[in-house]
């Protein structure tokens, strides 16, 4: 079994940067691939950024490309989501997810993933 608890999401206004953290426990994040989703009221849930936890190769939504950066600590068993220049339609609850075993672009899809986070809330005020 693997823990994960987000830390870091809050409020800020558009244009600001905040860094989202997720720590894991249980189980070591050495294997597959780690992914950031979020979900806004009234939507489905949204890729935002994954990373293969053996190469690195990373990956983003379309709409975060270039301003959102993921990475990973394996001492410390973390992975991160860097959020810079945020837009009001960046608001959302984050969720982090791990032990993703999506091949390819599959890596984006919600089901490859048996762990996730509670969340953590993200707003942009315009």
């Known amino acids: 079994q693997v823990q994960l608890v987000e830390s870091g999401g809050g409020l800020v206004q558009a244009r600001g940067s905040l860094r989202l953290s997720c720590a894991a426990s249980?189980?070591?994040?050495?294997?597959?691939?780690a992914g950031w989703f979020r979900q806004a009221p009234g939507k489905e849930r949204e890729f935002v950024a994954a990373?293969?936890?053996?190469?690195?190769?990373?990956y983003y939504g379309d709409s975060v490309k270039g301003r959102f950066t993921i990475s990973r600590d394996s001492a410390k068993n973390t992975v991160y989501l860097q959020m810079n220049s945020l837009k009001p339609e960046d608001t959302a609850v984050y969720y982090c997810?791990?032990?993703?075993?999506?091949?390819?672009?599959?890596?984006?899809?919600?089901?490859?993933?048996?762990?996730w986070g509670q969340g953590t809330q993200v707003t942009v005020s315009s």
């Open positions: 997810a791990s032990q993703g075993t999506g091949l390819g672009l599959a890596i984006m899809i919600p089901s490859q993933y048996p762990y």
């Open positions: 990373i293969r936890w053996s190469g690195g190769n990373t």
């Open positions: 249980g189980r070591t994040l050495s294997t597959y691939s």
